[in-house]
């Protein structure tokens, strides 16, 4: 097995000084806890931790050599270690070289709403058609980013990497570093207004994908957003050979024809940059339908298998905490819940109740919906939260359990009769919760991460029995 970093190879990128044996490594960590076997660890100065104070732990676990920028004896008793400046910017320089030494093309993912499933959906349909590595998880900051380029290996035939930002100019240092073929942004909507003054801004930010796009690159963008052509502009400006636009727009180069919406899968007909594709997503709901439009576009970019890439979408399933499904038999009143609990904005939220909108309870059964704050929203935020009353009457929502300073302005907006239970925080609402889910309910819990709606997700599967099998995940199949 070739190794995916070789001691030279890592000095020869950070101009580090080694210390102690030879050593290859298969795997890229910044984590201890983490680490597998043979893995190098970085250790990054977090603003919460510093990675120093854990290099011995990392030995311990198997880790085949660390990078550091302070060195002290246990550390050289533990294991070889590559000696930097600074550790995170040897983490840019292993990612930069891991870039330069693959053949991949790029695709680099950002938008408002749908990085992450996007990301895992091409993942999933390019790794049939031939060696694809993708960000793991959401790493897509400053760290995510270096870190997920820096494990990449040189056989790698198609590149998957997610960009974030929460700021104006976060992105383009990381699109610099990723040098996409083709760079997509699934969508601008209002999200982290606290840190900008409009939307317009935040489609500037997002834009900043571009910096890094190679001469001639791709730009795959929402021809339905009303910021499109604004995003065009910046694409050209800064060199796209070409724009590819998806939507329902009759302009639009991946065009949706025909769907189908059920609550567990969505049927589709497109015409994809001139060719006719019907397929199904496994994976119910119109903004993944949308998505799975500009997924398409993306890999008749990259000249992969159209027909086999749209057949893949059957198997499509969503990541854990955003649109994930599980039966849970819970003594004498089984309930589907869907889990959507990782985060949360304005748009993602709507999208969220309309999908649930669309789910079928059981007789007598009620659709409910369970929700934490959004937030970096700026002095907009009570007014976003309150008019989410709208798509939750228009999807016939029958309960609103909700939690958090904001959530309590949608609430007390909400009828009577559709006011489930307010707590101020997450964990005052589990209890209640709990006890009433009756029989074919729908639970569908969502708010941004620091909201903590996680806990709530864990405490209902715990309902289930444990003697049997208790939470089977609903993969979408018709």
Known sequence: MTPLW??????????????????????????????????????????????HAYVDAAFERGAAAAVVSDVTQSMRDAGPLVIVPDALEALNQLGRAARHRTAAKIVAVTGSVGKTGT???????????????????????????????????????????????????????????????????????????????????????????????????????????????????????????????????????ARLEKVALKDNCSCVSATICGTPVTYKLGVPGRHIVMNSLAMLACVKALDADLTLAALALAHLEAPSGRGERH???????????????????????????????????GHRARRIA????????????????????????????????ACGPDMRELFDALPADRQGLYAETSDGLITPLTEAIQDGDVVMVKGSNGSRMKPIVEALLALGDDDSASIRRNRGEA
């Open 119 to 253: 990301k895992e959906a091409l993942r999933m349909i390019l790794s049939e058609q031939g060696p694809t590595h993708a960000s793991a998880l959401s790493y897509n900051n400053l760290w995510g980013v270096p870190l997920s380029l820096a494990r990449m290996p040189i056989e790698t035939r198609f590149g998957i990497l997610e960009i974030g930002m929460n700021h104006a100019g976060e992105i383009t240092p990381l699109s610099k570093l990723v040098e996409p073929f083709i760079a997509l942004i699934t969508t601008v909507e209002a999200v982290h207004m606290a840190h900008f003054n409009s939307i317009e801004e935040i489609a500037d930010a997002k834009a900043e994908i571009f910096d890094g796009l190679q001469a001639g690159g791709i730009a795959i963008l929402n021809r339905d957003n009303p910021h499109f052509a604004r995003l065009e502009a910046r694409a050209k400006a800064a060199g796209a050979g070409r724009i590819i636009s998806f939507g329902e727009h009759q302009d639009a180069d």
């Open 370 to 401: 369970v929700l934490g704050d959004m937030l970096e929203l700026g002095p907009t935020s009570r007014a976003l939260h309150r008019e989410l009353a709208v798509p939750l009457a228009r999807a016939d929502i029958d309960l609103v359990y």
């Open 6 to 51: 070789t001691r030279d190879d890592v000095v020869s990128a950070t101009q580090g000084e080694p210390e102690g044996a030879d050593w290859n490594a298969n795997g890229v960590s910044i984590d201890s806890r983490t680490l597998e076997q043979g893995d190098l660890f970085v250790a990054i100065k977090g603003e919460n931790t510093d990675g």
């Open 327 to 361: 039966h849970v038999e819970a003594a004498g009143r089984p309930f589907t819940l869907i889990d959507e609990s990782y985060n949360a904005n304005p748009a993602s939220m709507r999208v969220s109740i309309e999908t649930l909108g669309q789910v079928e309870p």
